[in-house]
């Protein structure tokens, strides 16, 4: 008895089969796998990837991963299995999915890492900020203010990820060139409020008449200003932060924090399809694609907030 | 074994015969030969898993330190391997995992603590040693891991990867060891009933430590698969596996009470769940649904279960 249910179950997936195979259409789809679905920079680049590839004429098919490594080689896997003509990665991290774009390569489907890269020949073509210039214009904006001198503090990232280090390295690039700017402090750390506020407290005691703390994510940042507000430093130490999150920008308004740096994710989203369209359509595109950054302090921080 | 219980037998194995007939006729694309290597890939790891889950489900018995296991042993290959080539390295990987199953079944079987509270106690304390020995960076040396390893986790014979042979292999192996050796049949009794077992001359305690080695060694085998897939050690690899690898054995069919339970039927619960995520994927339904989908899905399997043990 089983076995005839059986039986009469894959007469049935066959039929399914042919009925599936008769509707085959063309595929003008996209492919999309973002290290988060639900963090709000992820979110956003999203949004900017549908509203790009809608003006382009692409359908977009996305599949999460939750930085889960596996799970997004995974799901690249099924967008090729599903037939994308290319794909926008933002990959977990820089060694690990590189399963993702070998099998990418193996099946000639272009792959474009979009935000974060990979060390994987097979990756088409990077799409990045360019970091160590964001360091170089917030190192001229903070020296700038400072008038060339004064004890600096730096809030790096977390120790070893190559983007908070190329930060760093471009900021300390340009203090060198101001003789009278030191840089007194200097300590990595994870990207929370916390421990920014930990570090700049810490810094603060060692160094009273700090007159700049750098801070490599808004995170970090809004906890830095709070120790400044705490020890009546507001507007004698700059804050600096980085990637132009609300808080951050409410923050600037209410001229707590001197500068950020937008990161507009939307942007993002929307360069990697113009990037992946231009090159499926046969152009030619550099191996390195910057975005570009905006600097958002006083004085245009008004056309930048929210509207409500 | 009467007809109603063969048929009920079967739920996890027409359960994934549906949802490959519904997926295949709704996309042409599950079909294809790509497609099905796929999901044979994507299986392979948590199949491993599973199948030490069922070892220590089957004794009546409970692993959620499994994902942190997996990515102990993944680490510790690495290095090893970076130092001592790629034998030392897989053997010291797996060893590790079974370490850490060792641990696990002397505190459970022998200090009788609970196994929800060890595993937990396990699963966040290996996470620390991993991030301790690794400090919190992927391990990859500084040209990556020896290529034949990275290759293995890439490569196929006759077609199929490799790392889909591992399972296929283990599943071979341990089904005889589980389903028809003595110790078999007392890893049964003891999950069945501790108290009987005990009472029919069966050394409970050293049975259900013994699962729990069983299920560190495999959760180490999976690692150093993980490991090859990922081209690294990943110090934050298997964050939820021992929830996936639950869920794929209820799927299938065992009973969280114990002493019931089949290997390859975890297998298959494994690959419903594969499937589920890669019909989810080819359909192009959003991630948030995914994620209901999943849960719900899991419940309805544990529901079921429930239903069949209650006629």
């Known amino acids: ?308 | 074994m009467n007809y109603r219980s063969s048929l009920a037998g079967q739920i996890p194995l027409l359960t994934l015969l549906l949802l490959c007939a519904a997926t295949a006729f709704l996309t042409e694309r599950f079909l294809s030969p790509l497609n099905l290597t796929n999901i044979l890939v994507q299986s392979s790891i948590m199949a491993v898993i599973a199948m030490g889950m069922t070892f220590v489900i089957v004794g009546g018995g409970f692993d959620l330190s499994v994902g942190s296991t997996a990515a102990l042993a993944g680490c510790v290959a690495s290095m090893v391997m970076l130092d001592a080539g790629i034998a030392a390295g897989v053997i010291a990987g797996v060893f590790a995992g079974a370490l850490v199953g060792v641990a696990n079944g002397l505190i459970i079987a022998f200090l009788s603590v609970n196994p929800f509270i060890t595993t937990l106690g396990t699963m966040v304390l290996v996470r620390g040693i991993v991030f301790l020995i690794t400090g919190g960076a992927p391990v990859s040396g500084e040209t990556g891991l020896p290529g034949a390893f990275v290759a293995f986790g890439s490569g196929r014979l006759f077609g199929v990867h490799y790392l889909v042979w591992i399972p296929a292999l283990l599943l071979v192996l341990l089904s005889f060891m589980l389903h028809a050796t003595p110790y078999g049949r007392r890893v049964y009794a003891t999950g069945g009933g501790r108290e009987a077992a005990y009472l029919s001359g069966v050394r409970v305690r050293r049975v259900i430590a013994s699962t729990y080695v069983w299920c560190g060694a495999l959760a180490g085998v999976a690692g150093v698969m993980l490991a090859a897939r990922l081209q690294s050690g990943q110090p934050t690899a298997g964050e939820f596996y021992e929830l996936t690898a639950i869920a794929a054995v209820v799927l299938g069919g065992a009973s969280l009470q114990g002493g019931e339970g089949t290997l390859y039927k975890s297998v298959i619960g494994v690959l419903i769940m594969i499937v589920l995520g890669n019909a989810l994927n080819l359909l192009n339904v959003d991630s948030y649904w995914q994620r209901v989908a999943v849960g719900a899905v899991i419940i309805a399997a544990a529901a079921a279960e429930r239903l069949r043990s209650r006629y």
């Open chain 1, 1 to 308: 008895m089983p076995r005839l249910r059986l039986a009469a179950l894959f007469t049935i997936v066959a039929s399914f089969m042919l009925a599936a195979a008769a509707s085959a259409q063309q595929n003008t789809t996209i492919g999309v796998s973002l290290a988060q679905d639900d963090n709000p920079f992820y979110i956003a680049m999203l949004r900017g990837i549908r509203a790009r590839a809608q003006e382009l004429g692409w359908e977009v098919a996305t599949v999460s991963a939750n930085e889960d490594k596996l799970k997004q080689i995974n799901g690249v896997q099924d967008l090729i299995a599903r037939g994308v003509k290319g794909i926008l990665i933002s990959p977990i991290d820089a060694v690990g999915v590189n399963a993702a774009y070998d099998a990418a390569a193996a099946a000639k489907i272009p792959i474009v890492s979009v935000a974060r890269g990979s060390t994987s020949p097979n990756q088409t073509i990077h799409v990045a900020m360019d970091e160590k210039q964001i360091g170089r214009d917030i190192a001229e904006w903070t020296a700038g203010k400072l008038g060339g001198k004064g004890k600096v503090a730096l809030l790096m990232g977390p120790s070893g990820a190559p983007t908070f280090k190329n930060l760093g390295d471009g900021y300390a690039e340009v203090m060198a060139k101001y003789p009278g700017i030191s840089i007194v402090f200097r300590a990595d750390g994870p990207l929370t409020r916390e421990r920014g506020i930990k570090q700049a407290e810490d810094a603060l005691v060692a160094n009273p008449d700090l007159a700049a703390i750098y801070t490599a994510n808004d995170d970090v940042a809004l906890g830095a200003m709070q120790a400044v507000n705490a020890a009546n430093r507001k507007g004698k130490t700059l804050v600096t932060g980085m990637n132009g999150v609300p808080p951050a920008l409410r923050a600037v308004k209410e001229e707590n924090l001197a500068m950020t740096v937008e990161l507009n994710p939307v942007e993002w989203g929307r360069l990697g399809v113009d990037v992946l369209n231009t090159f499926l359509h046969g152009s030619k595109v550099e191996p390195h694609v910057f975005i570009k950054h905006v600097i958002i302090d006083a004085t245009n921080i008004d056309a930048k907030l929210p509207k409500t």
